[in-house]
């Protein structure tokens, strides 16, 4: 097991991609700290993992809300067993709207969970690990490196957490905590199944130089790579998991 005793967080663990890294990494040893805003969906989680005979630890949290993350830090710190050495920031939404059409309050739906949220949950993180170090995965996109219509304020805030990887690489490297991002591509959800069956979809599929969606088990190996001590001499890096879709024509 490549993450045994260590203690990892992954946020927006309730639904999608989280709960799959949440599940994958209690797999490979770990506590999974799993956090969300819907405490009834990390209880069921949590019970699924105990079942496989996983560790886990469900917590609510508000990546937005300062407070909520501050709580949430001092309840793990108290709760687990070993002091947290894992991040996998995953929370966030996408919105799809014509630029000229978005308000300022959905502007900040998106920036505030993506960006702000992904940067207070880190800074959390990295006062958690001063001591001994750690590991910080951020779940960007490939929207952070290639713009979609529709996508303004999506495709900001992933390139800014892109960017904010680097930036945060750069400083805690002294600290020993490597700072990294995966970039997934299309990968197949619950939420997009309907819109990738439809002829729109199916278009979009045609674009990508693989000729399909990736499957949330496409990003196991990348994620636990940056995750594990296989990375160790990797900080600042960005992953693209997307089938050459960042390499296909304009």
């Not at 996983?54 to 710190?77: H, L, N, Q, R, Y």
């Not at 069956?197 to 199916?202: F, H, V």
Request: glycine residues 10%; proline residues 3%.
């Amino acid at each position: 097991m490549q993450l045994a005793g260590k203690i990892a967080l992954i946020t927006g663990a309730s639904s999608g991609l989280g709960r799959h890294f949440a599940k994958l990494v209690a797999r490979e040893g770990a506590t999974a700290v799993v956090a969300a805003r819907r405490a009834h969906a990390l209880e069921m989680l949590a019970a699924e993992i105990r079942e496989s005979g996983g560790a886990c630890i469900p917590i609510e949290m508000d990546v937005t809300d300062p407070g909520s993350v501050a709580s949430a830090f001092a309840f793990i710190e108290r709760e687990a067993d070993a002091p947290l050495s894992l991040l996998v920031n995953n929370a966030g939404v996408a919105q799809t709207r014509a630029a000229l059409d978005v308000t300022a309050s959905e502007w900040r739906q998106v920036l505030d969970p993506n960006l702000t949220g992904a940067f207070l949950v880190a800074q959390q993180a990295a006062r958690a690990m001063h001591d001994g170090g750690g590991t910080i995965v951020n779940v960007a996109s490939i929207l952070g490196e290639r713009v979609s219509k529709g996508l303004a304020a999506y495709a900001a805030s992933k390139a800014g957490l892109i960017q904010l990887t680097k930036a945060m690489a750069l400083e805690w490297a002294p600290l020993g905590i490597r700072v990294n991002a995966l970039a997934p591509g299309y990968i197949a959800t619950d939420l997009n199944r309907d819109f990738f069956a439809s002829t729109a979809g199916q278009r979009l599929i045609a674009r990508i130089p693989q000729r399909r969606l990736g499957q949330m088990s496409d990003l196991d190996g990348p994620l636990m790579l940056l995750c594990s001590d296989q990375s160790r001499y990797m900080t600042g890096a960005v992953i693209a998991v997307d089938g050459g879709h960042l390499v296909s024509g304009l």
